[in-house]
């Protein structure tokens, strides 16, 4: 999406500075430090509270992986936050 967006204002002359990353799950904390925190607490916790946990986990791991590719990809040229 990102990268159609910027190709297509630059076709319109329309110069782009920054890329604002939105609906980003605890953007303090990276996957790994939460899934250390899930895995030492996850006993204690009811089984729906694991499923949720697992699912916002894999939420994160993805979206970690995106928001890298983004600063790989575009963190040279554009202001990414």
């Known amino acids: 999406e990102t990268e159609r967006l910027v190709q297509e204002l630059s076709k319109f002359g329309i110069d782009s500075h920054n890329i604002v990353v939105n609906q980003v799950l605890f953007p303090e904390k990276d996957a790994e430090e939460l899934g250390e ?24 791991r993805m979206q970690d992986k995106y928001i890298g590719q983004c600063f790989d990809l575009y963190g040279d040229d554009f202001h990414v936050v």
């Open 37 to 60: 925190w899930f895995d030492s607490n996850k006993d204690g916790l009811q089984k729906e509270a694991r499923e949720i946990c697992s699912k916002m986990m894999a939420r994160k």
